[in-house]
């Protein structure tokens, strides 16, 4: 199975500032056939499900703000907040799923205000 | 907008079965671009695919789990459904269902999940 390991595990940052998590697989998401990476980010808050923010590593959702991004390619991938807003506060999961079965989910990183 | 409801026991002893459904308002469960999937949490924890299903009934189980677990849908409801046999203390999670967005083909299944359930929390105790 991939193994999918995100870093920081935790991240404090100032309002306004950039915020960026990485995720790194233990095999390459990249199709060769499509050019297309199967890495998902997703947004969990307190006591809510997770939300889909990016799929294929750098397709925002809609009504996904500007301010998220993604990034990368093959095996590692970056997702980033250009301005810290106080409702980012929330964990963020990384998803593969160019060899699933499993889906497989990175293990988190919580995102606070410092 | 699609919304995605579960539903089941709250509390569920050892060794017995674990059995929780999830319904769809706003949307066909019988649309051939989808799955339906089941994520669970343990308390403090990351997140964990138990496993997805097509209206076909096409499955795929995690691996982990596949021995203990059953996901069916019944299209005439709306409604796809988890059953988990034999639980332990250690199956203790928020159980979300969710829809998966994707493709499927040459055997290979390519689906992530775009909108999910509120979720609902299962404590295994006696």
């Known amino acids: 199975d991939f193994v999918m390991t995100q870093s920081p595990d935790s991240l404090a940052v100032s309002l306004g500032e950039r915020a960026t998590i990485n995720c790194k697989s233990s095999?390459?998401?990249?199709?060769?056939?499509?050019?297309?990476?199967?890495l998902a980010w997703y947004q969990q808050k307190p006591g809510q499900p997770p939300k889909l923010l990016i799929s294929?590593?750098?397709t925002r959702e809609s009504g996904v703000p500007d301010r998220f991004s993604g990034s990368g390619s093959g095996t590692d991938f970056t997702l980033t907040i250009s301005s810290l807003q106080a409702e980012d506060v929330a964990v963020y999961y990384c998803q593969q799923y160019y060899s699933s079965p499993p889906n497989t989910f990175g293990q988190g990183t919580k995102l606070e205000i410092k | 907008q699609l919304q995605l409801q579960e539903s089941g026991p709250g509390l569920v002893k050892p060794s017995e079965t674990l059995s929780l459904t999830c319904t769809l308002s706003?949307?066909?469960?019988?649309?051939?671009?989808?799955?339906w999937g089941w994520i669970r949490q343990p308390p403090g924890k990351g997140l964990d695919w138990i496993g997805s299903i097509h209206y076909s009934g096409n499955t795929y189980y995690n691996a982990s789990l596949e021995s203990r677990v059953t996901i069916s849908v019944d299209t005439s409801k709306n409604q796809f459904s988890l059953q988990l046999r034999s639980v332990t203390a250690a199956d203790t999670a928020v159980y979300y269902c969710?829809?998966?967005?994707?493709?499927?083909?040459?055997?290979?299944?390519?689906?992530?999940?775009?909108?999910w359930g509120k979720g609902t929390t299962v404590t295994v105790s006696s």
């Open positions: 969710a829809r998966m967005s994707g493709y499927s083909g040459s055997g290979n299944y390519y689906y992530y999940m775009d909108v």
């Open positions: 706003g949307g066909s469960i019988s649309r051939s671009s989808y799955y």
């Open positions: 294929w590593a750098s």
């Open positions: 095999q390459s998401l990249l199709s060769t056939s499509n050019n297309k990476n199967y």
